[in-house]
Nanobody
Framework: VQLVESGGGSVQAGGSLRLSCAAS????????MAWFRQVPGEQREGVAA???????IYADSVNGRFTISKDNAQNTLFLQMNSLKPEDTAVYLC???????????????????WGQGTQVTVSS
């Protein structure tokens, strides 16, 4: 599976960004797709995930501000990020794999397919 993210950039606090992740390859491995973020020196954090049936899960830190969605026809994953905060600054990575249990969708160890990431910087 190949994953290519786009849409990152710099924005002021309170602003919005929309990330995209174009996926290609084994569709079975796209059963669950997710967004993670990573700050240098810190552990990779699960942000949001969506299953093939449309169910979603969010980290508490972004719930109500971020929305994950997927265009199945285009195999493209999106992350709409609103009300951005400086603490949202990170490299955002797209991931995909056959992760069956929803309660584990935000665990990095469940995924073997990763994109290269896109930088999001939020200034105060």
């Amino acid at each position: 599976v190949q994953l290519v993210e786009s849409g990152g950039g710099s924005v002021q606090a309170g602003g919005s960004l929309r990330l995209s992740c174009a996926a290609s390859g084994d569709t079975r491995s796209m059963y669950c797709m997710a967004w993670f973020r990573q700050v240098p020196g810190e552990q990779r954090e699960g942000v949001a995930a969506i299953g093939s049936d449309g169910r979603t899960i969010y980290a508490d830190s972004v719930n109500g501000r971020f929305t994950i969605s997927k265009d199945n026809a285009q195999n493209t994953l999106f992350l709409q990020m609103n009300s951005l905060k400086p603490e949202d600054t990170a490299v955002y990575l797209c991931a995909a794999d056959f992760v069956w249990t929803r309660s584990t969708w935000l665990l990095p160890k469940e995924y073997n397919n990763w994109g290269q990431g896109t930088q999001v910087t939020v200034s105060s």
